[in-house]
């Protein structure tokens, strides 16, 4: 996906291609994670301001970026263990971690102590271009 954010300093509009977690086709829901952790410049960008636009192949949304919980972020991980099984052995190497056949506890620790060290972003279409979205913590679509 194209995120185009807001500079927090200079003000002007900043593009970064970003992976896709997570893309929830009617709803138009993206979920990011943030591989640099909170030092990006596009994650510290969206933090001062969460208005933006996410083009995702042929689409352009006005979106929300809702910084996700603890939890909601371990269950984005796990979601996205099961169903890409080889990038997040990747992932876990880059966590220091092992994530072989050991079964869905080692799987969920690993998710847990990602969640903390790789921040997820769910990008939420606006409905009503200024109001944010009600709180996220219960889940995202």
Same mark, same amino acid.
């Given at each position: 996906?194209?995120? @185009?954010?807001t500079?927090?300093k #200079?003000?002007?509009p900043?593009h @970064?291609?970003l992976?896709?977690? !997570?893309y /929830?086709?009617? @709803?138009? @829901?993206?979920?990011?994670?943030s591989? &640099?952790? /909170?030092r990006?410049? &596009? $994650? %510290?960008?969206?933090?001062?301001?969460?208005l933006?636009?996410? /083009?995702?192949?042929? !689409? %352009?949304?006005? #979106?929300?970026?809702?910084?996700l919980?603890?939890n /909601?972020?371990? !269950?984005?991980?796990? #979601?996205?263990?099961?169903?890409? !099984?080889?990038s997040f052995?990747?992932?876990?190497?880059?966590?220091?971690?092992?994530a072989?056949?050991?079964?869905?506890?080692?799987?969920r620790?690993?998710?847990?102590?990602?969640?903390?060290?790789?921040p997820?972003?769910? $990008?939420?279409? %606006?409905?009503?271009?200024?109001?944010?979205?009600?709180?996220r913590?219960?889940?995202?679509?």
């Amino acid at each position: 996906m194209m995120l @185009t954010h807001t500079g927090r300093k #200079s003000g002007l509009p900043r593009h @970064t291609v970003l992976e896709v977690i !997570r893309y /929830d086709k009617p @709803t138009g @829901t993206c979920v990011a994670a943030s591989g &640099w952790g /909170d030092r990006a410049s &596009w $994650f %510290r960008n969206i933090q001062e301001n969460p208005l933006v636009i996410v /083009d995702i192949g042929a !689409r %352009r949304i006005d #979106s929300f970026a809702v910084l996700l919980s603890a939890n /909601d972020a371990e !269950r984005e991980l796990l #979601s996205y263990a099961q169903r890409h !099984r080889l990038s997040f052995r990747i992932l876990a190497r880059v966590l220091g971690e092992k994530a072989g056949k050991d079964g869905r506890e080692k799987i969920r620790e690993i998710a847990r102590r990602g969640s903390e060290l790789i921040p997820m972003v769910a $990008f939420v279409p %606006r409905v009503n271009k200024e109001a944010p979205p009600a709180n996220r913590e219960q889940g995202v679509a």
